[in-house]
């Protein structure tokens, strides 16, 4: 199985856990993933066989200015580039191919398995960029939607005509070299009319469209890491403290942001454990109430955190829903609001309401994601969380893969 993905850690963290699924039912799984270290070390942690593929995401993630096209044809031909190329190699032998990431890296994911004549599944680790008529499509990068525009069904055929825009040159081009005909609907080509969705169906019930949308569950790997010796002497030395971070997202001036919720925090008289990240979060003074953390088993933590300040990843979300923990979402974009407004709706913390909180807002999202009757919830949706996600997935790729 050759399992394919470009993207931050939100990308890269479910592909480990199914690749490690597979192999436990006896299947040979290699991942292609960008070759950032820490991704290198991640995969090499849990045994599974990494292909770099593309460039390194952080520096590209902190070089691209949000909604702007600037630099996009480059992008999508160097994404593509590394699926017609590497992960082409890569897939030499294999019996399915499993693709997330970017629109440009997935068709071009699947033109390889078209081109090879095997299995072919694209995955979701979010439901936003699924058409679907219960929702506006996001917005591609420089090709904003029209705000007046109601009808959904409408938005998502004019999106499916932006990307057949933006990437269906450059596509058609690589497979004509590759010997494949072109194709005419790029977003629909790489989705496929029945593609997965591994999400938890408790935090993102999915609703039926016109899409068999096959949903697992998420895609979770537990983590048996021990947290750092320093890191545990902290937490025994007091309250639990809360957890403030914004993974790989970086935002525009971080030293603000940390300052802002370290305040926030220490407004409802907790101590502060301030993960780095990609934005770079750092401490604003030498108190003692604040611990810095770089990579760490988030599992581990978020059960012992009084409440999880974050960024409203997917990935982040789902672990904090797993733990119990109340959260408090600050969206910084992308497909952050509509996690954020899960969490609201299931009354298991709060959503801030835009990226760039003050100490009296987030004291305030704070005050309310530490109440009782949040915490007894978050409990209560902990317990129906499915953690068999990525071993179902694993099981019917292996039984549609013959």
């Given at each position: 199985?050759?399992?394919?993905?470009?993207?931050?850690?939100?990308?890269?963290?479910?592909?480990?856990?199914?690749?490690?699924?597979?192999?436990?039912?006896?299947?040979?799984?290699?991942?292609?993933?960008?070759?950032?270290?820490?991704?290198?070390?991640?995969?090499?942690?849990?045994?599974?066989?990494?292909?770099?593929?593309?460039?390194?995401?952080?520096?590209?993630?902190?070089?691209?200015?949000?909604?702007?096209?600037?630099?996009?044809?480059?992008?999508?031909?160097?994404?593509?580039?590394?699926?017609?190329?590497?992960?082409?190699?890569?897939?030499?032998?294999?019996?399915?191919?499993?693709?997330?990431?970017?629109?440009?890296?997935?068709?071009?994911?699947?033109?390889?398995?078209?081109?090879?004549?095997?299995?072919?599944?694209?995955?979701?680790?979010?439901?936003?960029?699924?058409?679907?008529?219960?929702?506006?499509?996001?917005?591609?990068?420089?090709?904003?939607?029209?705000?007046?525009?109601?009808?959904?069904?409408?938005?998502?055929?004019?999106?499916?005509r932006i990307a057949n825009e933006m990437f269906g040159e450059e596509l058609n081009g690589r497979r004509a070299a590759f010997g494949l005909p072109p194709v005419d609907n790029v977003r629909d080509y790489a989705f496929t009319d029945?593609?997965?969705?591994?999400?938890?169906?408790?935090?993102?019930?999915?609703?039926?469209?016109?899409?068999?949308?096959?949903?697992?569950?998420?895609?979770?790997?537990?983590?048996?890491?021990?947290?750092?010796?320093?890191?545990?002497?902290?937490?025994?030395?007091?309250?639990?403290?809360?957890?403030?971070?914004?993974?790989?997202?970086?935002?525009?001036?971080?030293?603000?942001?940390?300052?802002?919720?370290?305040?926030?925090?220490?407004?409802?008289?907790?101590?502060?454990?301030?993960?780095?990240?990609?934005?770079?979060?750092?401490?604003?003074?030498?108190?003692?109430?604040?611990?810095?953390?770089?990579?760490?088993?988030?599992?581990?933590?978020?059960?012992?955190?009084?409440?999880?300040?974050?960024?409203?990843?997917?990935?982040?979300?789902?672990?904090?829903?797993?733990?119990?923990?109340?959260?408090?979402?600050?969206?910084?974009?992308?497909?952050a609001p509509y996690w954020g407004g899960r969490v609201a709706d299931l009354g298991i913390g709060t959503v801030h309401d835009g990226p760039a909180p003050t100490t009296a807002s987030l004291s305030l999202a704070l005050a309310a994601?530490?109440?009782?009757?949040?915490?007894?919830?978050?409990?209560?949706?902990?317990?129906?969380?499915?953690?068999?996600?990525?071993?179902?997935?694993?099981?019917?790729?292996?039984?549609?893969?013959?």
């Amino acid at each position: 199985m050759l399992l394919s993905t470009y993207g931050s850690r939100g990308s890269v963290e479910p592909m480990a856990g199914l690749a490690v699924a597979l192999r436990e039912l006896g299947a040979e799984v290699r991942v292609c993933a960008p070759p950032d270290a820490e991704f290198v070390e991640r995969l090499a942690g849990v045994g599974v066989e990494m292909v770099p593929a593309g460039q390194p995401v952080r520096p590209m993630v902190h070089s691209v200015t949000p909604g702007s096209a600037l630099g996009l044809a480059q992008r999508v031909a160097d994404l593509m580039g590394a699926q017609f190329e590497t992960v082409a190699a890569a897939a030499v032998g294999c019996d399915a191919l499993v693709a997330t990431g970017p629109l440009p890296a997935v068709t071009g994911a699947r033109s390889v398995a078209e081109k090879l004549g095997i299995r072919y599944v694209h995955a979701s680790h979010q439901p936003v960029a699924l058409p679907s008529p219960h929702r506006r499509p996001p917005a591609r990068r420089g090709r904003p939607l029209p705000p007046g525009v109601s009808d959904n069904r409408a938005l998502w055929e004019l999106d499916a005509r932006i990307a057949n825009e933006m990437f269906g040159e450059e596509l058609n081009g690589r497979r004509a070299a590759f010997g494949l005909p072109p194709v005419d609907n790029v977003r629909d080509y790489a989705f496929t009319d029945r593609p997965w969705l591994a999400t938890d169906p408790v935090l993102d019930p999915w609703r039926t469209t016109d899409l068999d949308v096959v949903q697992t569950g998420a895609w979770i790997r537990p983590d048996a890491r021990p947290l750092p010796a320093g890191l545990e002497a902290f937490l025994d030395a007091g309250a639990p403290p809360v957890y403030v971070g914004l993974g790989s997202t970086p935002v525009g001036a971080p030293e603000d942001f940390a300052r802002t919720a370290v305040a926030a925090v220490r407004a409802q008289g907790r101590r502060v454990v301030l993960s780095r990240g990609w934005a770079g979060l750092d401490p604003v003074d030498e108190q003692d109430d604040c611990f810095v953390v770089g990579e760490v088993n988030q599992q581990a933590l978020f059960r012992r955190a009084a409440a999880v300040v974050h960024h409203g990843s997917a990935g982040t979300t789902t672990t904090a829903t797993g733990s119990g923990t109340p959260q408090v979402v600050v969206p910084q974009g992308g497909d952050a609001p509509y996690w954020g407004g899960r969490v609201a709706d299931l009354g298991i913390g709060t959503v801030h309401d835009g990226p760039a909180p003050t100490t009296a807002s987030l004291s305030l999202a704070l005050a309310a994601a530490l109440t009782p009757g949040t915490g007894a919830r978050a409990t209560a949706v902990a317990a129906t969380i499915r953690t068999d996600g990525a071993t179902v997935a694993a099981q019917l790729l292996l039984d549609s893969a013959g």
